[in-house]
């Protein structure tokens, strides 16, 4: 798998998640397997701004060896100087986000909303390709509903602009995460590009990558929820693309201990007081389907501190084990 000079070792890739793919997230899940990380959306506009915040954003872990920076917006000037911007993080490829369903984001013109917009969606890739000296890629949806199903059109579209691989999510904008991922509309658009295309949508574990795989012709997976308490999920996809075998789930000492050691990875980042509010939901993943989980759940979703944290986990390995 390779997008133009960049060689992947593998075809597992962790998806850009707002508010969960930071820098200690990404560096576990490169650490479990995944071949390929990108940054949570960056705002062009406020990366061009100087806003702080969004500069965070793009940080890039020790671990991640192959990582992209992604970015949203609606003006194709703003995002080539976003994207430049981006470089002096040491990103290997730039990433056009071009499916975030979110209100605040295509509510403004970005996102999804550009799913509606081919031409100003492919003066974005110009831009931008033109602007910086690594590949650009796009992130798009199977179309903003169902009556304007066009990921077909929008990736001829990109590829023609210059974008080097295209990510499709398998459902629409108005669909948002429900329903079954549309297998066919990636395999489409497989077929009508000559660049990499990268299935998204509903890959859980090893056997969904690998039909995800095999139903669309696609040259890699990309997954997002399906790693939230779950980073083992890269691990078991490679052996299981490699090998065929099927790897038995992480014990339970080993998810409390890798809880742990991300959490404890955010605080090193963040400090305490923001790890603390982070670990609500990251902790609520990783206890799911344990013993006594709702109880344990509503605890963490008090968490200030990282001792009540190990306490909690204790208490949990003497509950199940």
């Not at 960056?42 to 701004?49: D, F, Q, R, Y």
């Not at 969606?121 to 949806?141: D, F, G, L, Q």
């Not at 982070?278 to 609520?284: F, I, K, N, Q, S």
């Not at 986990?313 to 199940?320: F, K, P, V």
């Given at each position: 798998m390779k997008i133009r000079n960049i060689e992947f070792n593998n075809v597992a890739f962790l998806a850009p998640m707002a508010g969960i793919a930071d820098k200690a997230f990404r560096e576990l899940c490169a650490r479990f397997g995944a071949a390929y990380t990108v940054t949570e959306m960056v705002s062009a506009k406020g990366l061009t701004m100087g806003d702080?915040?969004?500069?965070?954003?793009?940080?890039?872990?020790?671990?991640?060896?192959?990582?992209?920076?992604?970015?949203?917006?609606?003006?194709p000037e703003t995002m080539a100087s976003a994207a430049v911007k981006c470089l002096e993080f040491g990103p290997k490829i730039i990433d056009i986000n071009?499916?975030?369903?979110?209100?605040?984001?295509?509510?403004?013109?970005?996102?999804?909303?550009?799913?509606?917009?081919?031409?100003?969606?492919?003066?974005?890739?110009?831009?931008?390709?033109?602007?910086v000296n690594v590949p650009v890629t796009a992130k798009i949806r199977k179309g903003w509903d169902s009556d304007s199903v066009n990921a077909?059109?929008?990736?001829?579209?990109?590829?023609?602009?210059?974008?080097?691989?295209?990510?499709?999510?398998?459902?629409?904008k108005k669909e948002?995460?429900?329903?079954?991922?549309?297998?066919?509309?990636?395999r489409q658009v497989k077929s009508a590009v000559d660049i990499p295309v990268i299935g998204n949508?509903?890959?859980?574990?090893?056997?969904?990558?690998a039909l995800m795989l095999e139903e669309t012709g696609?040259?890699?997976?990309?997954?997002?929820?399906?790693?939230?308490?779950?980073?083992?999920?890269?691990?078991?996809?490679?052996?299981?693309?490699?090998?065929?075998?099927?790897?038995?789930?992480?014990?339970?000492?080993e998810k409390m201990t890798v809880m742990l050691s991300h959490i404890r990875k955010i605080m090193e980042y963040k400090g305490e007081y923001t790890a603390m509010r982070e670990?609500?939901?990251?902790?609520?993943?990783?206890?799911?389907g344990l013993r006594g989980s709702a109880a344990f759940r509503a605890e963490i979703g008090?968490?200030?501190?990282?001792?009540?944290?190990e306490e909690i986990t204790a208490r949990i390995l003497r509950e199940n084990l």
């Amino acid at each position: 798998m390779k997008i133009r000079n960049i060689e992947f070792n593998n075809v597992a890739f962790l998806a850009p998640m707002a508010g969960i793919a930071d820098k200690a997230f990404r560096e576990l899940c490169a650490r479990f397997g995944a071949a390929y990380t990108v940054t949570e959306m960056v705002s062009a506009k406020g990366l061009t701004m100087g806003d702080k915040k969004s500069a965070a954003l793009l940080s890039l872990g020790s671990d991640e060896k192959t990582a992209g920076a992604q970015i949203f917006g609606d003006d194709p000037e703003t995002m080539a100087s976003a994207a430049v911007k981006c470089l002096e993080f040491g990103p290997k490829i730039i990433d056009i986000n071009m499916g975030c369903p979110a209100p605040k984001i295509a509510g403004n013109g970005g996102g999804a909303a550009l799913m509606k917009n081919p031409a100003l969606a492919a003066e974005i890739i110009k831009a931008v390709a033109s602007a910086v000296n690594v590949p650009v890629t796009a992130k798009i949806r199977k179309g903003w509903d169902s009556d304007s199903v066009n990921a077909v059109e929008m990736a001829r579209l990109l590829e023609k602009s210059g974008a080097a691989a295209i990510t499709v999510h398998g459902r629409t904008k108005k669909e948002r995460y429900s329903g079954k991922v549309d297998y066919d509309i990636i395999r489409q658009v497989k077929s009508a590009v000559d660049i990499p295309v990268i299935g998204n949508g509903d890959v859980v574990d090893a056997q969904s990558a690998a039909l995800m795989l095999e139903e669309t012709g696609c040259d890699a997976v990309m997954i997002g929820r399906g790693a939230l308490g779950n980073p083992w999920i890269f691990r078991c996809v490679n052996v299981y693309l490699s090998d065929g075998i099927v790897i038995p789930p992480p014990s339970l000492e080993e998810k409390m201990t890798v809880m742990l050691s991300h959490i404890r990875k955010i605080m090193e980042y963040k400090g305490e007081y923001t790890a603390m509010r982070e670990a609500r939901h990251h902790a609520g993943y990783y206890t799911k389907g344990l013993r006594g989980s709702a109880a344990f759940r509503a605890e963490i979703g008090t968490l200030e501190t990282f001792e009540q944290l190990e306490e909690i986990t204790a208490r949990i390995l003497r509950e199940n084990l």
